[in-house]
């Protein structure tokens, strides 16, 4: 922990800190699933105890990186598709995917709440192609700040499970209608993860993960295509290779209904 950056942030804004912990914490393998150099640049100039408030878990931090990885393999195929869209961040945090895939082109919009995109600006300027605004993912006047005109894809990561369902469907039909022919990332956490967030009941002796309105078992996702017409492709994204035990078990996972998914929306052409 070195004497830099101290951030204060409320317990939502916080998770923005405790994905970053273990991307890093991940990223420092020799072995690892997700190498991102920046992230472990951040955590040593952070000085906050990261390990004493997260715990320092091998199992959890892979998990983070191969939720990450899933993020990044659909980034970087619409990248490969709009060499110079636009990937807008909808409460980024300090997610420092734009340098794990970026291209050189594209653009980027981070857009969270004002207190962490306060401390993103201060630990990753912004510069000619990432941009930050300090916006809720909910408030619709981030969508002002996106050309479509070159492709856009709006990722989600680890945001939609602290909104509540009509909240996420509200988003879901608004990207929708506003960026014809988009894509969209997400993921949520099953029902039982969801429900024992809110009753407060989803701890361990270093953290209390905050309440999770929204939840969604892995065989609900079809169910995404309701949010709006324009919803005309709902695909789930695995999570590839992994290490150990885990890469064993992830071909089985997929038939575990009640498990974390990550999911691809497509909008439709107006």
């Known amino acids: 922990m070195s004497g830099g950056e101290r951030p204060e942030l409320g317990q939502v804004p916080e998770t923005a800190l405790w994905t970053l912990w273990h991307r890093a ?5 020799p072995d690892t699933v ?7 640049e ?5 000085d906050f105890p990261f390990a004493e408030r997260f715990g320092q ?14 993020f990044d393999r659909e980034v970087a195929d619409f990248l490969t598709r709009n060499p110079r869209g636009t990937v807008v961040g909808l ?18 919009l981070s857009v969270d709440l004002p207190e962490t995109a306060g401390l993103r600006e201060r630990l990753l ?3 000619e192609r990432r941009r930050i605004l300090a916006c809720s993912a909910t408030d619709p006047r981030w969508m002002d700040e996106v050309d479509p005109g070159l492709g856009v894809l709006i990722s989600t990561e680890g945001l939609l499970m602290y909104l509540k369902p009509s909240e996420v469907r509200e988003l879901i039909a608004a990207c929708a209608e506003r960026f014809p022919g988009a894509s969209m990332v997400l993921d949520a956490v099953p029902r039982w993860f969801s429900e024992r967030a809110v ?5 361990d002796r270093y953290y209390q993960a905050p309440p999770m309105p929204f939840g969604m078992d892995a065989d609900e996702l079809g169910k995404l295509t309701g949010a709006h017409p324009a919803v005309t492709g709902v695909r789930e994204v695995y999570p590839e290779g992994g290490r150990g035990l885990v890469r064993a078990l992830l071909p089985f996972a997929r038939w575990i209904k009640q498990r974390p998914s990550v999911v691809a929306l497509r909008f439709a052409e107006s």
């Open 91 to 108: 409460g980024d945090g300090l997610e420092t995917q734009s340098w794990r895939v970026d291209n050189g082109r594209a653009s980027w």
């Open 34 to 40: 997700l190498p991102d150099p920046v992230a472990v």
């Open 199 to 203: 009753r407060g009941k989803l701890r």
């Open 25 to 29: 914490v991940e990223a420092r393998r």
């Open 57 to 70: 878990r091998a199992l959890v931090s892979q998990l983070q990186g191969l939720r990450a990885a899933c």
């Open 125 to 127: 300027p912004p510069d």
């Open 42 to 46: 951040l955590v040593d100039r952070i």
